[in-house]
Structures are given as structure tokens and as C-alpha cells.
């Protein structure tokens, strides 16, 4: 099949998809097994948290159904930074919003935009997305993924078209974005890579315990 012939067929799938979720009007119960806040004070190493909160303009733009924005410490390892935002239901304008668009918005710019794949603890190989990122003199590595209903994908689009395939078959529209930052440190960044890699590997275990699947 020609590539445009399946971009359209994509888009008209996703059309389709996206007209019957509209039309769903029952509600959705997708309760979590715990708040975000009790999510493991400890990964690994990491055992000295601080908890973040959001700022009142942020949340309404955002307005996620909960969330956790997290720095995590290890004398030995440096620090991490941790985000996770969950959505019940992203009808009515309720929507994840992509790092893509968040990180230059405030003011981060992209210098590497990759997709790697992590192998997690329970054998299965997940693609991620990979930034680093700089603004002044600050540069990070930022991994981020989308994760609902035990699946975990990188790319956007993709994850539109289950959104609305799991609405129409499921009626459920719950995800979590989940975004793991690690400091770039002496302009180290294979370090921070591996740093936030072999925490991002527990971290999305852990997400699996508490949002529905």
C-alpha cells in the first residue's frame, strides 16, 4: 500500500473513531488504585523526595485528574526530576498535552529528538521519546512516554488513534503522560541518559500499579 494511500486511510479511521467517541455520552469509571501522591518514595537509589506543586495557571491549563511532579535524590546518583499526569477521561476538552509543544514553551529548546527503547524489568521492550534540551546554561535529558491500559508508546499520533479505538470499544479515555528529567552535569550527557534511563525503567512499572489497566 502506497504511503498516502495509508495516511488518508489513517485519517479516516481516525475521523470515524473520533465521531463515535463524541457520541458516547455514559461515563466513564476508571478509578485508580491510588493517588498519585503515594507513589513510591523510593526508586532504586533515589530515596529523598521533594514534592512539587503545580502552579494555579498551569493546572488550568492542563487540568489533569491527578498528578505528581516530583524531584527525587541519591547522594550517589545526583538528582532526578519526575512527572507524571493523569487524565480520566480526555472528552470535553480535557487533553494531554505533548512535551513538544510544553518544553519551548517555556522557553527549553530541543537539540536532540529521538525515540529509544527501554527494556523493562518484566522482559518487554517499550519505545520512549528522548529530548535534551538546553536553555541558557542549563541543558537536561527528558524521556516521555504515553501510558494507559498496560500500554506504553511514543509516538502521538498513534496514541490518538488508540484513544479514540479504546473509547469506541471501551469507553474509556484514561492515559497518564509520564516524564522522567535528569540534569545534565560537566555537559555529561551519556550520564544523565543512563541515569534517567535505568530510573525511567522502574518508574513505568510502578505507573502500572496505580493507573487502571
Same mark, same amino acid.
Request: charged letters at 20%; aromatic letters at 10%; one cysteine or more.
Given at each position: 500500500?502506497?504511503?498516502?494511500?495509508? +495516511?488518508?486511510?489513517?485519517?479516516?479511521?481516525?475521523?470515524?473513531? /473520533?465521531?463515535?467517541?463524541?457520541?458516547?455520552?455514559?461515563?466513564?469509571?476508571?478509578?485508580?488504585a491510588k493517588s498519585l501522591k503515594e507513589f513510591p518514595h523510593q526508586?532504586?537509589? +533515589?530515596?529523598?523526595?521533594?514534592?512539587?506543586?503545580?502552579?494555579?495557571?498551569?493546572?488550568?491549563?492542563?487540568?489533569?485528574?491527578?498528578?505528581?511532579?516530583?524531584?527525587?535524590?541519591?547522594? *550517589?546518583?545526583? $538528582?532526578?526530576?519526575?512527572?507524571? &499526569?493523569?487524565?480520566?477521561?480526555?472528552? *470535553? *476538552? %480535557?487533553?494531554?498535552?505533548?512535551?513538544?509543544?510544553?518544553?519551548? &514553551?517555556?522557553?527549553?529548546?530541543?537539540?536532540?529528538? /529521538?525515540?529509544?527503547?527501554?527494556?523493562l524489568p518484566d522482559g518487554r521492550n517499550v519505545p520512549v521519546n528522548?529530548?535534551?534540551?538546553?536553555?541558557?546554561?542549563?541543558?537536561?535529558?527528558?524521556?516521555?512516554?504515553?501510558?494507559?491500559?498496560?500500554?506504553?508508546?511514543?509516538?502521538?499520533?498513534?496514541?490518538k488513534f488508540y484513544l479514540a479505538m479504546d473509547a469506541l470499544r471501551?469507553?474509556? /479515555?484514561? &492515559?497518564?503522560?509520564?516524564?522522567? /528529567?535528569?540534569?545534565?552535569?560537566?555537559?555529561?550527557?551519556?550520564?544523565?541518559? %543512563?541515569?534517567?534511563?535505568?530510573?525511567?525503567? %522502574?518508574?513505568?512499572?510502578?505507573? $502500572?500499579?496505580?493507573?487502571?489497566?
Amino acid at each position: 500500500m502506497k504511503s498516502s494511500m495509508r +495516511f488518508w486511510l489513517m485519517i479516516l479511521v481516525l475521523g470515524a473513531a /473520533t465521531a463515535g467517541m463524541a457520541m458516547l455520552s455514559h461515563g466513564e469509571v476508571t478509578p485508580m488504585a491510588k493517588s498519585l501522591k503515594e507513589f513510591p518514595h523510593q526508586i532504586l537509589t +533515589f530515596s529523598q523526595v521533594a514534592d512539587l506543586p503545580m502552579d494555579k495557571d498551569t493546572y488550568e491549563v492542563l487540568k489533569p485528574s491527578d498528578y505528581l511532579t516530583r524531584v527525587y535524590y541519591s547522594p *550517589g546518583e545526583g $538528582e532526578l526530576g519526575l512527572y507524571i &499526569a493523569y487524565f480520566q477521561t480526555q472528552r *470535553g *476538552g %480535557q487533553t494531554i498535552h505533548s512535551p513538544k509543544n510544553c518544553l519551548p &514553551a517555556a522557553g527549553w529548546q530541543p537539540t536532540v529528538n /529521538t525515540v529509544e527503547t527501554l527494556s523493562l524489568p518484566d522482559g518487554r521492550n517499550v519505545p520512549v521519546n528522548k529530548y535534551i534540551i538546553r536553555k541558557d546554561l542549563d541543558e537536561q535529558v527528558v524521556l516521555y512516554w504515553y501510558q494507559s491500559h498496560g500500554r506504553i508508546i511514543a509516538n502521538e499520533y498513534l496514541g490518538k488513534f488508540y484513544l479514540a479505538m479504546d473509547a469506541l470499544r471501551l469507553n474509556r /479515555t484514561d &492515559a497518564a503522560l509520564v516524564r522522567v /528529567t535528569a540534569p545534565v552535569v560537566s555537559g555529561d550527557e551519556k550520564e544523565a541518559e %543512563q541515569r534517567a534511563t535505568v530510573f525511567a525503567k %522502574q518508574v513505568a512499572m510502578d505507573v $502500572e500499579k496505580i493507573i487502571p489497566r
